[in-house]
């Protein structure tokens, strides 16, 4: 009985998030919604996965709530009869639920554009959700990205499959002895999320952008123009930034975001010089890849001094001849002068707001694993 029950409720909550899509919408985009729909309902329903909010006029974000498995935000940039969205998110049912949100919430116009940011997964899986939504959109990039992408995508999709699959048998074993409600709740959640992700992407190849640009890439519009640009290495070999002066607003991807940065993929010398290249652009609000929308560049330049004195501690550490692990136990959060008071605080609320953390981690020893972390890429990246 109660099987049927939600059943039913599930069916009318797809027909309330997809019901003001039918009319305008292609029948391509239909055939797909109504395949999209019918996956989600067979594994739990289309969730509401991001929180849409006006940052000027004609620009909005839509910040990822938190999954099991990252998801991105999306900066959603309006034109005067389409739209420019910024990233693709970590999976192609993310695309529709918010492609799906937008109209019901925003505004009826089809997307023309989609950058992606950079190569990493959750920014760029969900391509192919765009490619059947809306198949005459363009998908940009820097020429860095796209060559990642191709060559390293598949790769890393690969390996987060497998990451997954074993996560999800650890919290299976995890969800047998909990001991109260909330840890259950909590881990029959994350067994729901990872195998929804398993299913979906083990059958989702990576669509690639078909538009690249090496420097500038320029959107001439009456509402405002937007201004894409490579302003050097810093996470990726390949951020690109969108701009749009008029409405003094900055989309950045993971080069500047609300968490510590992460440091795998990076240029860890070049990166603070990149973002006091960012500095020079003129904007008042910045729209991240994760975590909240910045209403200055005080975060863009905590991120730089952090980045920066990290950088510079591991290369001494290396010349001196210590080990990753070495200098892993060395740097704590405390010993760096970057982290202390505001941006400390900043960070703390960020993670234990937009990402699901281990079961009953404080915000405190979350930092300390990442700065770990931070150092350990560091290490490698500099070599
Ligand atoms: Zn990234």
Same mark, same amino acid.
């Given at each position: 009985m109660a099987h049927s029950v939600s059943r039913r409720s599930r069916r009318g909550f797809l027909k309330e998030t997809l019901g003001t899509v039918w009319t305008s919408a292609a029948l391509m985009e239909q055939a797909f919604f109504r395949a999209t729909a019918a996956n989600a309902q067979a594994t739990g329903g289309l969730p509401s996965l991001f929180d849409i909010s006006k940052v000027a006029e004609g620009v909005y974000s839509a910040l990822a709530k938190p999954v099991t498995l990252l998801n991105s935000n999306a900066a959603i940039f309006e034109l005067s009869n389409e739209l420019l969205i910024v990233d693709s998110h970590s999976k192609p049912s993310a695309v529709v639920a918010l492609v799906a949100q937008l109209k019901r919430e925003v505004t009826p116009k089809p997307v023309r554009y989609i950058v992606? +940011?950079? %190569?990493h997964w959750d920014h760029a899986q969900g391509n192919g959700a765009y490619r059947k939504l809306a198949p005459r959109a363009d998908i940009i990039a820097t020429e860095a990205t796209r060559k990642l992408l191709s060559e390293e995508a598949p790769k890393r999709l690969k390996e987060s499959l497998d990451q997954t699959a074993q996560a999800l048998e650890a919290a299976r074993k995890k969800l047998v002895s909990a001991a109260t409600a909330e840890e259950k709740a909590y881990y029959q959640r994350a067994v729901r999320e990872s195998s929804e992700y398993l299913a979906e992407m083990r059958a989702t190849p990576i669509d690639l952008p078909n538009v690249t640009l090496t420097q500038d890439f320029i959107i001439h519009d009456r509402m405002h123009d937007l201004h894409l640009s490579f =302003?050097? =290495?810093?996470? /990726?070999a390949g951020d690109v930034v969108v701009h749009c002066p008029r409405k003094r607003v900055v989309a950045t991807g993971d080069m500047l975001h609300g968490f510590l940065p992460y440091l795998g993929d990076s240029f860890p010398l070049e990166w603070p010089r990149t973002l006091l290249s960012v500095a020079? $652009? *003129? %904007?008042?609000r910045v729209i991240g890849g994760h975590g909240l929308v910045q209403n200055n560049k005080d975060v863009l330049y905590m991120k730089a001094r952090y980045v920066e004195e990290l950088a510079e501690a591991v290369a001494t550490g290396r010349r001196a001849g210590k080990s990753a692990a070495q200098l892993g136990s060395e740097? /704590?959060? *405390?010993? $760096?002068? +970057? $982290? /202390?008071g505001a941006y400390m605080e900043y960070l703390g609320g960020n993670l234990m707001k937009f990402q699901v953390q281990e079961y009953g981690a404080k915000a405190a020893d979350v930092i300390r694993g990442a700065v770990q972390l931070n150092v350990a890429h560091a290490w490698a990246r500099l070599s």
């Open positions: 992606n +940011s950079h %190569f =302003r050097g =290495r810093a996470h /990726t020079q $652009l *003129d %904007f008042d740097l /704590t959060p *405390d010993k $760096l002068k +970057s $982290l /202390t």
